[in-house]
């Protein structure tokens, strides 16, 4: 039998969306699914690129489940305006998870974010849960939620007419959607 996927543990610990050992994903469009890699045969530049940060992928994966207690609170879906869920058309279970995780252990003094709702809610969890002196900067010219209630700082504008002067806006804590980790770790 081979070993239990941490992944997929950490996962069912923390809110049961799990079935099986896959995490479910939804998808807003149509798919034809087939199998080009597997555990047997994994794709050979990935496997090896991924290899190389296997401890680290592990020692990061063991700190988010010291979170469990914090992150089993949250609920699956239908929580009060501000909070974060679990099951979320715009941001995925593990995303959610790794940037509560983020912002948890490295407790930034600003968190900047280009393009709020989701995930402002799992900043702002992991903010209140630890006690961070956190500030949340909202830059987004027409966010999906109610956001502007749990940012310290909005911005209702896209991110070139925001004023880069401001000390309070500076592009080297900003994330987006696609980045939006790589703030996690700067301490401005």
């Known amino acids: 039998m081979p070993p239990p996927n ?5 996962l069912a610990r923390l809110h049961g969306h799990v079935v099986g050992d ?6 807003d469009y149509p ?6 890699w597997d555990e047997a045969r994994p794709h050979p530049e990935l ?14 994966l063991e700190r988010l489940a010291e979170l469990a207690p914090f992150l089993t609170r949250i609920p699956a879906d239908g929580a009060p305006p501000g909070e974060p869920v679990w099951v979320s058309p715009y941001l995925p279970g593990l995303d959610g998870l790794a940037l509560y995780g983020l912002v948890a252990e490295h407790a ?14 799992f ?10 002196p956190t500030r949340i900067v909202s830059i987004d010219p027409n966010p999906r939620a109610e956001i502007d209630a749990i940012c ?15 000390s309070r806006s500076s592009p080297a804590t ?15």
């Open 108 to 121: 930034p003094r600003r968190y900047v974010e280009v393009g709020s709702g989701s995930s402002t809610r």
């Open 152 to 166: 310290d700082e909005v911005h209702r504008s896209p991110l070139e007419d925001v004023d880069r002067g401001s």
């Open 31 to 36: 798919t034809r699914w087939r199998r080009l």
């Open 22 to 27: 896959r995490q479910v994903v939804v998808v």
């Open 47 to 60: 496997a090896a690129l991924l290899a190389t940060g296997r401890e680290r992928y592990r020692a990061q």
């Open 6 to 10: 941490p992944l997929a543990s950490l």
């Open 174 to 188: 900003s994330s987006s959607s696609t980045a939006r980790t790589a703030a996690c770790p700067a301490r401005t």
């Open 123 to 132: 900043v702002r969890r992991a903010i209140a849960d630890h006690g961070l």
